[in-house]
Structures are given as C-alpha cells and as structure tokens.
C-alpha cells in the first residue's frame, strides 16, 4: 500500500498513548526513530499519569531535544458501562485534536470504544490508521484460533466443572451473557446511532483484547502473534518488524559490559490478585537456585507499576528474601529500560509485555516463570515466540531447567525502514 507523494519532513504523525508506563518500551523508541523525517503530535492519557514520576519530564526533554516533537496529555472519561458522558468525550477527541489534519494516527489497540469513534471519524479523510500492536495475547485466544474450534474450549469449561456446581456455574454464564448483549447493544448499537448515525460492529474476537484488523497498517513484533493473526486477517495489512526496545540494542553494544556484575532483577507482575502460597514458594526457590547458580549477592525488585497495595504476598515474598542485599524498585520512579544490560546478569520474570520488550536486546539470562501470577495454566505463547527467554512451567522443573526450549533472538525488519517503505 503506498500514499501521496509529499516529502517525509513535510508529514504529520499524532500517536495516542493509552498507558503512562510503558512510554520508553514501546513509543519512545519509534519515536526517536522517526522524529527527524515527520513531524511528531504525543497524545498520552492520564491513565496512571499521576502515579508516574517521570513521563513528563521525559516528554520535555524530547520535546526540547527536538523542534518537531510537540505533547499534551489527555484526560480520559471514567469507564463506567452505561455512561452516556464517555460516548460524547469519545465522539469529541478527534474533532478536538483535529486528527484529519495529519498524515498519519498512531493508535496501541483498534478494538476499544474509543478507538472505533476515531477510526470511524478518520474514514472520511486521507489520514491513515496505523496500529502498534503492543498487548501480550491471551491464553484463550491462542487456543480459540489454534483449534479452531468454540466446541472445544467449552467442553474443557464444563469438565472442569462437572463436579464442582455446575447448575450453578452454567447460570453464571447465562446471566453474564445476557449483561453481554445488554452492554453490546448499548454501546456499539444505540449510543453511537444516536450521537454519529451509524452502529459498530461488534468485532469477532474483540474479547480477547487483539487486533481486529480495522487499520490501514498493522505491525507486530513476533513471528508467533504474526502467524497467528494471519490466520484471521491475512497478510495484506500486517507486516512484521523488530520489536520497538530493540533500538537499545545497538546503543547497549557499545557499552563495555563484562557480565561480572553479580546482581538479579526480579521482575514481578502479579498487581490484582494474591499469589498462592505455593507460588511464593515457587519465587524463592527459583531465586535461590539461579543466584548460586550465578554467584548473585544483590536482588532488584520491581513491582508492577499497578500493583495494589492492599495485597499482601508482596510483603511475604520480600520477608522471604531477607538473606539478600535488596533493593525495592518503584516502578513509577523509573522506567525499567534503565542500563538493564549493564546492571544485572540474570532477569527473572513472570509473563508480562515487560519480559518481552527486554528479550529484545537483553545480553544476559532472562529466565520467565510461567504460572506464578496468581494465575495457572500458562503457557509460553502467551510471550509469542519466546525469543531470548528460558521458560521453567513449574517449581519442579527448576533444577533440571531445560535450555533445549531456547530460542535465539532472530533480527527481523526495523520498523521505520518498513514503514517509510510502505508509504514512499
């Protein structure tokens, strides 16, 4: 697909970010990569804004460090499901921000309310929608599109449950079926016929929180999301290319670092729910092992930027931990592309879009537990192709940790060469 005839310089781009925390994984990079042939507008939300110490300031410099580069920040609408206000802020944004009057919009989902009023409105104007498909995919999706079969995924429902209250389990599903439709129709039928004249359609699988395929261009950073997406929307508007952190990469290999640093980041990304006890008890002995293992003395702890604080495992598995030299990272203090490549010689992490930004250009151990987030039955999927990342299922498996599994980095495509491909 190509479009127009302008001069890069002479082009407009206006990326919208939904979240404070993960700037400098995602967009920061692209950013960078882009800022001296396009004109950037930064849209961030105030989704954890408030809690985020250093967004701000980073977006200053940029946009001192740069002439082309311009932010404001967004407040969003309380997401409340009935809510009339939301629908008209929603239907307000683009006019407000004036998006048709850009080459391009940078978007991090395609399936949001939000999302289809801006790609509705910009259907009537030359600007071209681009998504940066950003989200881990769930479990359920990966098992929904692989089999392809709805059958299957409710018999497993119903045979774990076959002895386990089933009469009332299966009225839990009738009822939340029906607040579905009654939400659906609210939402994507009335409102938006009301306030725009037309309806939304309810995409297929927009519950399971992927790409819908409603944009003119639509980038993944792994060859597994990639297949699997091509599955459903074919390959005419994916393309695939190195994930955004690989940009630190290049400026890391140029560091001297010679991996005799004996110190261990702890990435842990269990921020609703409490662990089970036997998951902390997973945490400890995998910590154990790989800091002899590795000769560790000193432990990093990043919690996740939304963890609550109500929750107590935190305060246990620390406790635990007291024999290290420890150090508690407030994620909302810092970003966690932080001279992670020359701080630490091993990473260990639960399944998060963190761990996969890091395999990316990290040069020592990255080592990802699945089923310790308070959550069970994962699988390594769930990080697409595992690139540069060793997975352990389960406690059991941590003294006998196969590296068989291993997959090395392979270097795709930069985004902006493919991008300023496409659109020259």
Known sequence: ???????????????????????????????????????????????????????????KQLSIKYKNFNFTTYQLPEE??????????????????????????????????????????????????????????????????????????????IKKNSNIFIIKNLLRVILFKFKKLIYEFYNYKIVP?????????????????????????????????????????????????????????????????????KKMLILLSCYDREMFP???NYWIEAINFFSKKYLIKKLDIRFHPRTDKKLKWPGILVN???????????ANDEPLINNLDIEYKIIIGS???????ISS??????????????KLNETKNLLGSGENIIFINNKNEIDNFDQNNYKEFVDKE????????LIN
């Open 193 to 261: 016929l009301i306030l725009i004249k037309t309806y939304f359609k309810v995409e297929k699988y927009y519950k399971f929180a992927c790409p819908q395929g409603n944009c003119d261009f639509t980038f993944t950073f792994d060859k597994f999301d990639y297949n699997l997406l091509k599955k459903i929307y074919g390959q005419n508007v994916m393309y695939l290319v190195n994930h955004p952190s690989y940009f630190y990469r290049n400026f890391y290999l140029q560091k001297n670092n010679s991996n005799n640093n």
């Open 320 to 330: 635990k931990l007291n024999k290290f030299n420890i150090k508690l990272i407030n």
């Open 80 to 157: 409340k499901p009935y809510s009339l206000k939301k629908h008209i802020l929603y239907k307000k944004f683009s006019k407000d921000f004036k998006l048709e009057n850009y080459d391009f919009f940078f978007m991090v989902t395609d399936f949001s309310l939000f999302d289809l009023y801006n790609l509705n409105y910009l259907k009537k104007f030359e600007t071209k929608t681009v998504l940066l498909f950003c989200n881990t995919l769930r479990n359920t999706f990966i098992e929904y599109i692989e089999n392809k079969n709805t059958k299957l995924l409710i018999s497993k429902k």
């Open 1 to 59: 697909m190509t479009i127009g005839t302008l001069k890069n310089s002479e082009k407009k781009i206006v990326i919208f970010s939904g979240s404070a925390y993960n700037f400098d994984e995602y967009l920061k990079p692209l950013i960078i990569e882009l800022i001296n042939k396009f004109n950037i507008f930064f849209i961030q939300s105030d989704f954890y804004l408030n809690q985020n110490k250093y967004l701000i300031n980073e977006l």
């Open 414 to 421: 930069s985004f902006s060469k493919k991008f300023l491909q």
């Open 351 to 357: 399944t998060s879009g963190s761990l996969k930004s």
């Open 278 to 280: 036997s998951q902390i």
């Open 361 to 374: 250009f990290f040069r020592g151990k990255i080592i990802c537990l699945l089923n310790s987030n308070g």
